[in-house]
């Protein structure tokens, strides 16, 4: 029998426990989560055994998986390096960066507490537990950042998630960061921007947004997302965000230059370069690749 902690029960907690409770390994599912509505509902729909606070049932666990926000999982590590815990127990987590985490957990790997950094790269705009679902991280890539865990005990949390057939890839911290500042992290800030300018531009405007086609509302779907959470995640990859903001206002400084001037060669180049990726990003998603 293996007992597993996890600790936030929202978007991605509940879903992570949705998944495992369908792996042929024979669970026990205690779930720790502040809210009081939360914990009932997957109580009553079978999806965690039982309520627990993590620091009091955290010597119960052999996997403890951290799935608040970023900055809650950051304090949480702190908590757990002063908590007994079972010798052989991995903690691992599912927060949106890696740097800071991984910096967090030291002083649990110092006490020789086994800590893998991970994260679903599959999520939703929305959030909590009446939105997870078992196939919400199907077929998606999970970052792994190695920490001190050993290959069995990535082989067993792996198999607690085969049923989702993901695409497990392993980097380190500094590159998850980077990779994920590009095509998360910085998606969001534009999103939410695109969202805000418009509105802004548009405030006298009678008909306004509400004539947003389906491009508007695409590019900006996540801009819906939960600003508590993605504030914890800005904090917590400033430095690369900001950098990549920069790169970001020069590359629109000269598509703005080219429309300007009517370089009509140029803003061609421009499409053409995005549609050619975007296009091949769906034919490898089509693909399985
Ligand atoms: N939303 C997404 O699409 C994705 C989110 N992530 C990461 O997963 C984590 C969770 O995100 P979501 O599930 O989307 O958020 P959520 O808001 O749906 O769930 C977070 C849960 O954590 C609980 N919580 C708050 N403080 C807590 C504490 N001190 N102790 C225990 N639980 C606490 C909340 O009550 C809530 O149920 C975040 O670190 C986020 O960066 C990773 C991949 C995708
Ligand atoms: O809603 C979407 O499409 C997302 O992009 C979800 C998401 C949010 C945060 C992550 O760290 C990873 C994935």
Same mark, same amino acid.
């Given at each position: 029998m293996t007992t597993i902690l996890i600790s936030g029960l929202g978007l991605i907690g509940s879903s992570m426990a949705r998944v495992m409770k369908q792996s042929a390994a024979e669970l026990t599912l205690l779930g720790d989560d502040p809210n009081d509505d939360t914990a009932q509902f997957l109580l009553d729909q079978g999806i965690i055994d039982e309520r627990v606070t993590l620091l009091d049932a955290a010597?119960?666990?052999d996997i403890i998986l951290l799935a608040g926000p970023v900055s809650v999982i950051i304090k949480q590590l702190k908590q757990l390096a002063n908590v007994l815990l079972k010798p052989n127990v991995l903690v691992t987590d599912v927060g949106s960066s890696k740097t800071q985490v991984m910096a967090a957990a030291k002083d649990l790997e110092n006490r020789q507490i086994a800590f893998m950094g991970g994260h679903p790269m599959a999520g939703s705009h929305q959030t909590g537990a009446h939105a /997870?679902?078992? %196939? #919400?991280?199907? %077929?998606a890539t999970y970052f792994l950042v190695n920490g001190t865990q050993t290959t069995a005990q990535t082989k067993s949390f792996q198999a607690l998630l085969a049923t989702a057939d993901l695409r497990w890839t392993t980097v380190s911290a500094a590159e998850h960061d980077a990779l994920v500042s590009s095509i998360s992290h910085v998606p969001h800030v534009l999103a939410a921007n695109l969202v805000n300018t418009a509105a802004q531009q548009l &405030? %006298? $405007?009678?008909? /306004? #947004? @509400?004539?947003?086609a389906g491009g508007f509302k695409s590019t900006t &779907?996540?801009?819906? @997302? $939960?600003p508590r959470m993605w504030t914890a995640i800005m904090l917590s990859n400033a430095d690369v965000i900001s950098d990549q903001l920069t790169t970001y206002i020069d590359q629109l400084k000269l598509i703005q230059a080219a429309i300007k001037s009517r370089d009509a060669d140029q803003i061609r180049h421009f499409f053409e370069r995005a549609k050619a990726i975007r296009e091949q990003l769906d034919h490898d998603d089509s693909r399985g690749k």
């Open positions: 010597n119960r666990a /997870g679902r078992k %196939h #919400l991280f199907d %077929h &405030r %006298h $405007d009678p008909v /306004g #947004l @509400s004539a947003a &779907r996540i801009a819906a @997302s $939960d």
